[in-house]
Antibody
Framework: QVQLVESGGGVVQPGGSLRLSCAAS????????MHWVRQAPGKGLEWVAF????????YYADSVKGRFTISRDNSKNTLYLQMNSLRPEDTALFYC??????????WGRGTLVTVSS | DIQMTQSPSTLSASVGDRVTITCRAS??????LAWYQQKPGKAPKLLIY???SLESGVPLRFSGSGSGTEFTLTISSLQPDDFATYYC?????????????FGQGTKVEIK
């Protein structure tokens, strides 16, 4: 079964750090680029970051550049998002998503990150 | 960065209605546009890619059109399962200095 399962979300204080993981199954993970997309409560979708299939290129939204780092371990079929210097406005449901020719064809169910003191 | 503007923000319609949602780009994106459907509490689902290509398994009542800066998503006969929020996304540009934004979404409500 083709699926993406996120984990690692939780409550963190402003300025804190969190690492999200996304376990992929049912497809050849190492062949595909991957995205992180987030959605603040009651708001729309915001693209966060992208990593190429081999990890050689990474792109970030301006809102997270310098604070978030996307990475992957193809031997473990796992995508990561290291989030540092977290702000209250980073509170959101974070989705892991699979790329197909630069658009998204598969989404996980999301993991909730809450930044609050 | 390219900006995406969807209209309307909310749309009230009845089962059986023909529904059209518009997405405008701030500059030409050729046909590099996707449409997604999101139901409450669920992850988004791909409907249309490359402006008019229907994703496998998506009902034929969904169609997309447009190129350049103006695009539309049409539902030919609205079904109860179609009440959801719809987002467009351009994927014309990925670079260290540009990101692929989504539109702000269009919520299709029951009239």
């Amino acid at each position: 079964q083709v699926q993406l399962v996120e984990s690692g979300g939780g409550v963190v204080q402003p300025g804190g750090s969190l690492r999200l993981s996304c376990a992929a199954s049912g497809f050849t993970f190492s062949n595909y680029g991957m995205h992180w997309v987030r959605q603040a409560p009651g708001k729309g979708l915001e693209w966060v970051a992208f990593i190429r299939y081999d990890g050689t290129n990474k792109y970030y939204a301006d809102s997270v550049k310098g604070r978030f780092t996307i990475s992957r371990d193809n031997s473990k079929n796992t995508l990561y998002l290291q989030m540092n210097s977290l702000r209250p406005e980073d509170t959101a449901l974070f989705y892991c998503a699979k790329d197909r020719d630069w658009y998204i064809d598969l989404w996980g169910r999301g993991t909730l990150v809450t930044v609050s003191s | 960065d390219i900006q995406m503007t969807q209209s309307p923000s909310t749309l009230s319609a009845s089962v059986g209605d023909r529904v059209t949602i518009t997405c405008r780009a701030s500059q030409s994106i050729s046909s590099w546009l996707a449409w997604y459907q999101q139901k409450p509490g669920k992850a988004p689902k791909l409907l249309i890619y490359k402006a008019s290509s229907l994703e496998s398994g998506v009902p034929l009542r969904f169609s997309g059109s447009g190129s350049g800066t103006e695009f539309t998503l049409t539902i030919s006969s609205l079904q109860p399962d179609d009440f959801a929020t719809y987002y467009c996304q351009q994927y014309n540009t990925y670079s260290p200095n540009s990101s692929p934004p989504f539109g702000q979404g269009t919520k299709v409500e029951i009239k």
